[in-house]
């Protein structure tokens, strides 16, 4: 839902050549701050971002990432504009925050754990409407004083070409969706801070045009030229 957006010579219609069969899970973000960083609350993090440019950094894994989206997006809902610093690898990004390089960046559970436990990263809200099911005691944004309409999340979905018959569509959205209701694949999943999810092939359409029409009207807000 962002390729397009962001190359100009992209020419892969997903919805024209691909049949949606099911979703397969949908990756929560937080945001993660240094240890010694001195944020308590989004709120913190937010007056210093308004303090000035200069005063507050992210990172980020390139143009149009989760990251970069999201903190643009951030900025854009609380009138501040923040550094973006690109990284080529997760590490570096995760690194650079919990050395104080950076201060913050959007991420998954599952890559801020390993630095969450050994103390060098916390944990200072989840960018969802409600709390993590595996992280109850998390605030969301809006609970931690930031924009309660702010929200960054990802999913996975499988397709099929689109020339596939309906039949065959029908039974591998059955099927996977059986699988993913499986207790041993809900808990393989959520260690890796990924939720499970089901949805019928008209409903993934859907939310790929919702947030491909979303998605163009962020990259105009946050200024993204296309590549």
Do not use: C
């Amino acid at each position: 839902t962002v390729n397009p957006i962001l190359f100009k010579d992209w020419n892969v219609d997903a919805l024209a050549e691909f049949m949606p069969v099911n979703l397969v899970y949908r990756a929560g973000y937080i945001i993660a701050i240094g240890a010694d960083a001195p944020y308590k609350s989004m709120r913190d993090l937010i007056e210093a971002a308004r303090a000035g440019a200069d005063k507050v950094s992210y990172s980020s894994a390139y143009v149009g990432s989760p990251q970069h989206f999201g903190a643009g997006h951030l900025g854009f809902l609380i009138g501040a504009q923040m550094l973006a610093v690109h990284f080529k690898e997760t590490g570096q990004m995760m690194s650079a925050v919990a050395n104080g390089d950076t201060q913050f960046v959007i991420a998954t559970i599952g890559s801020t754990s390993a630095l969450v436990k050994a103390g060098k990263m916390r944990l200072l809200a989840t960018i969802s409407p409600k709390r993590l099911s595996t992280h109850p005691d998390l605030p969301t944004v809006g609970e931690s004083g930031g924009p309660a309409d702010f929200h960054v999340d990802t999913w996975m979905s499988l397709v099929v070409p689109r020339a596939t018959a309906q039949t065959v569509v029908a039974q591998l959205n059955t099927d996977i969706s059986k699988v993913l209701a499986d207790a041993e694949v809900v808990t393989k999943f959520r260690s890796f801070g990924v939720e499970p999810e089901t949805a019928l092939p008209a409903r993934i359409a859907e939310m790929t045009r919702t947030e491909q029409k979303l998605n163009a009207e962020l990259v105009k807000r946050i200024g993204i030229k296309p590549e």
